[in-house]
């Protein structure tokens, strides 16, 4: 019997080995990205957009808001299920990003702590999510990280950087280094998106075939019973 289109994005979103499990991930998730996106926002308030990290601070509380409420209401199951692939992606690569690259041309970094967290916990949290869920990835998904990523970076840090204030160590728009600094953060980003591709959907994969041999098993013992 095939699922009709609700309802498979209903067992994507919701279903899982651990269901418990991963509705205290979503919402430890909704508590901390409130708290980061709060905290940031009072701290920064006019320049708070101005970071990628808040961008994705904000789509990750949006996912896992939109989540939580759809154990609610289901048919907030679809945008859900290809939030939660974009957000990782995103996050994921700000968190690489951050740590390799713009962690250590850091000095004297400010309020620390909140840097710490803000670069690991939703990620972290992410991951979680995904590890539990049953969410098919899509490339569409991949590029749609991409596309947030590009509306960022041309559309407010090349005009904040060029006329306002530098944001990021090396990108300044004015030398080479820039634009292979734009490059790596695109490589870093679809290197992760289609890893994480690869990696979820023959998880997926894998779980499938595992279920149709213990029916196929059943079936041979019922046959044997009979």
Known sequence: MFLDNRKKHEVMLLDSSKPHHLFYVRASGVLVCLTLFVLGLIGIPRIYFFFLTNWGTTLSLSYFVLST??????????PGCNLMQ???????????????INYPLSQNEEYMWYMVLVHIVPTVLLSLDLYYNKVK??????Y???????????GVNLPVTLMVRQLYPLLTYKNVWSYLMVLIVNGVLFGLGYAGCRYKNSSLKKETTQVTFVQLDSIKLDDFIK
């Open 69 to 78: 409420l759809s154990y609610r209401w289901s048919f907030l199951c679809k």
């Open 86 to 100: 974009i957000a990782w992606n995103l996050e994921s690569t700000i968190s690489v990003c951050y740590w390799c």
């Open 144 to 154: 749609w990280a991409f596309g947030i990523w590009f509306v960022y970076s041309f």
């Open 137 to 142: 990835f899509t490339k569409t998904n991949v």
